[in-house]
Structure formats: C-alpha cells, structure tokens
C-alpha cells in the first residue's frame, strides 16, 4: 500500500486547521470475553489519516506557518512481540508512515500540553469516547495551570468529525480502486453462495460459502454481520441469527460485504433456494429490480439524496397496487405512506470505511436541504419488498422479502454501479442451474 494518498489527506486537513491541533486516537482493543478480545479494528478517522494498523496509537496534527504531523505509537518491545507480533515502533513508523516526528504513546501526556499550548482551536471527536474527553480535558487544564507563565490554551474546542466528515464524503482515487476491490470480492462471495445453494442447507452453511471466498481472495473478512434469511426471516431487516433450514420453494436473501484495507462493500442478492422462481416470486423481484433501475437512472452529480428514494418508492409503490398489497392511487399510497408497511427503510446511504459511511445527509443551511450527489461520493441502493402475513395481504404473497443492493460511485455523467453480482431472474437462475 503507498502512503501517498494517506499524507496528501493530512496535508489537506492541515490547510482546514488554521493555528489549530488535531487529535485523532485510534480506536482500543477490546475485550471479548475473560482474555480473550475481538479481531482488532482501527478507528476509521484515524486509519483514513495514516493508514497505521496499531492499536495505541494516536496522530496530532498541528495546523499554522510550520504545520506539523505526529505520530504517538507503541514502543518496540521484543517480549511483546513474540507473543502478539510485530510492532513497527516509532523509528520505523515515522519513515513507513511519512510523519513529520514519532513518539512513544507513553510520552502523549506530557507532550500534549506545550503542542496544544498558544493554539486557537482544539479540533477532536468531542463525546466519542469520554475516556479521550477526559485525557484531552486533562492536558487543556495542564496548559491553563500555565497561564502566569503566558501559555494560554486553546479557547474553542470543535469537533474533528465536520472536517473529516465532509472529506470523507468524497472518495479519491486511492478509496475507489479499495472499494472496487472490495466490491469484486464481496460479488464473488455472493455468486458462490448461489451455487452452492441447496433445499435443506441451513442458512450458516451459505454465510460459509461467503467467508470462504472473502478470506480466500484476501477480504479482512465481513465488514458487517452478514444477513443470510431464508423465507419469511428476509422480512426481518436486521436478522442475523443465519440458523434456520433452507425450505425448498422460498427464497434466500443475503445482505453481505466484505472488507478491504478498511473499505466495505455491501451487497444484497435474493434469489430462489431451488433455483427457479415461482410466478409470486418473480413478479415480486421484478417491481423491487425495476425500483432499483429507476432509482440508479436519477443518481448523477446535482441530484439531491433524495432524489433515488423517491424514484424506488414510486416504482415499489405502483407495484404493491399491481400485486394488490394496496388500492388506491400512487399519489395516494405515497402522501398517506401505506407503502412504509412493505417498505419501511431508506433506499441508500454513504459507503466506504464504514459500512454506513460518515457524512451529512442534509446541508447545514436553515432549509435543511439534502445533501446534494457530487462526482466521487459512494452510496448504496438497496430497495426491498417486505410482505409479512395477515389476513388482509393475498396469501401466495406471505413471507416474500426482498432486497437487493448494490454500490455505486457518483460520476461527472451519472454513476458507476460498480458491484456485479448476478441479478435478473435470467442471470440468477442461469448461475443456479443444476444440469
Ligand atoms: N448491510 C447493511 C445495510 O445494507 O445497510
Ligand atoms: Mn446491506
Ligand atoms: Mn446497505
């Protein structure tokens, strides 16, 4: 990986700092249970800034006329690292990483003071993590206790996250080959999961399926617990227990990602267990399918957020009518929001380290406008159809859920959806034949 694109980010956000510091920590290890901890994952503010993959880690960044980046970093240990691995320390860090100086962690109490010392603003994510608020608190009022010796502290204090946020918003070239990468992945563990699908399968051998190819072809693993629901648990948004049988006439929706160098993909497929669609089936996927093309076909450069969702709920909206989920006119389901009840998420969000991604939604103007789209932000569009049963829904309707999701890039001329999964009721059926 070259750290190019990481110190051209640095740079960028020290030209937003005026006389100000950064401090942006990495996030801790964590504890899963006794002594055993989670796989460790980095702060994705902090990773987007330095590309360091150690824990205890922390980059100041001091804005003004000799603008200055720092890295704070575990020492070399060599009993540690027989145990735990290798640790780059802060000599080598500082050449790997391109920092301007690097430090031992251990140092970050004292020095912190005299760098926040004569400072305008203090930029950090305020109330991310209070154990960070207090040790920030703590160095600002070690500065103001100088105060008779003329050091003044920094008076405003705002949050990092409106900066980085706004640059994250737009990816560069370095995010997108990422994300590509994680997208082509992420695609292949899904097509795999086709093929292997079987009546009688439970759900955790497809979630396998998609594990085996992201770790096989090098994904960190999944950016998020993936989503495998069989028959009516697809109308359950957020099920994940992945545990129940495969029933031969259902369908099986699976939301999975994997995640690269940091980077999520997020993909959605829905396809039949047998391989074949029933009529109910197929009419279903084709009204969620045509929501999706009617919501990519809006999204290009100028195009409010709200745009593409208000493209998918028309077009789901028409065909909860058609299929008789609902009476009454388009206009009508949409104003009184009867389709909330077989529809009841947005259409997308931001994508990119996290898998939903930082970023304002709504300009920060009285008016509360959305967002509007601009070359090189990445968003998903992820429509569904989710029929519960009850008495008053046709019964050859009952437990149908469908979603299906893909990534795309916001270009000068409109957008790249750059996830290629198969996806019509042909691709679908061809990648499952058994013959
Ligand atoms: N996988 C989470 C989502 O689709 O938003
Ligand atoms: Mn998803
Ligand atoms: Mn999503």
């Known amino acids: 990986m070259t750290h190019t694109a990481f110190t051209a980010r640095r740079q960028r956000l020290l030209a937003k700092l005026g006389n100000g510091i ?40 001091c804005g003004g006329a000799v603008p200055q980046t720092l890295l704070f970093c575990r020492e070399k240990n060599e009993a540690r690292e027989i145990w735990d691995g290798y640790r780059y320390g802060p000599e080598a860090a500082c050449k790997a ?15 912190l003071p005299d760098l926040m010392a004569d400072r305008s603003v203090l930029w950090h994510s305020v109330g991310h993590d209070t154990e960070w608020d207090t040790r920030i608190a703590a160095s600002l009022n070690a500065v103001r206790a100088q105060s008779r010796n003329g050091k003044r502290a920094p008076r405003e204090i705002h949050d990092l996250r409106a900066l980085l946020d706004e640059m994250r918003l737009i990816k560069d070239g370095s995010e997108i080959d990422t994300m590509r990468r994680a997208a082509v992945i992420s695609a292949a563990g899904h ?17 396998a399926e998609l594990i085996h190819e992201f770790r096989h072809r090098g994904a960190n693993g999944h950016a998020y617990t993936p989503i495998v629901a069989g028959g009516h648990n697809a109308c359950v948004l957020h099920y994940v227990e992945n545990n129940r049988v495969l029933a031969e006439h259902a369908l099986v929706l699976i939301d999975a990602g994997c995640e690269v160098d940091g980077y999520a993909a997020d993909i959605t497929r829905t396809f039949p267990v047998s391989g074949r669609f029933s009529t109910a089936q197929r009419d279903c996927y084709e ?149």
């Open 22 to 61: 950064a401090i942006v920590p990495t996030a801790p290890e964590r504890v899963r249970n006794r002594d055993s901890h989670h796989p460790y994952r980095f702060d994705s503010y902090f990773w987007y800034l330095t590309g360091f993959p150690e824990p205890e880690a922390v980059a100041v960044l």
């Open 97 to 111: 990483f391109a920092f301007d100086a690097t430090y031992p962690i251990s140092e970050l109490e004292q020095r």
């Open 191 to 207: 097509a795999r999961a086709m093929r292997h699908c079987r009546p009688g399968m439970a759900e955790y051998e497809l979630e």
């Open 287 to 435: 009204v969620v399918l045509a929501a999706q093309s009617a919501a990519i076909a809006t999204i290009h450069p100028g195009a409010s957020f709200m745009a593409y969702h208000d493209a998918a709920v028309r077009v789901l909206a028409q065909g909860m009518i058609d299929l008789g989920l609902l009476t009454g006119s388009v206009d009508g389901a949409i104003e009184s929001e009867a389709y909330k009840r077989f529809y009841m998420h947005r259409t997308g969000h931001w994508l990119g380290l996290d898998v939903h991604d930082a970023g304002e939604y709504k300009e920060n103007t009285d008016g509360g406008e959305w967002v509007k789209l601009q070359t090189g932000m990445t968003l998903t569009v992820e429509p569904g159809l989710y029929i519960r049963a009850a008495t008053d829904v046709p019964q050859h309707l009952h437990g149908i859920g469908i979603r299906i999701e893909d990534d795309v890039v916001v270009t000068d001329t409109g957008c790249d959806v750059y996830t290629d999964a198969p996806k019509t009721v042909a691709e679908l059926e061809e990648v499952m034949r058994r013959d």
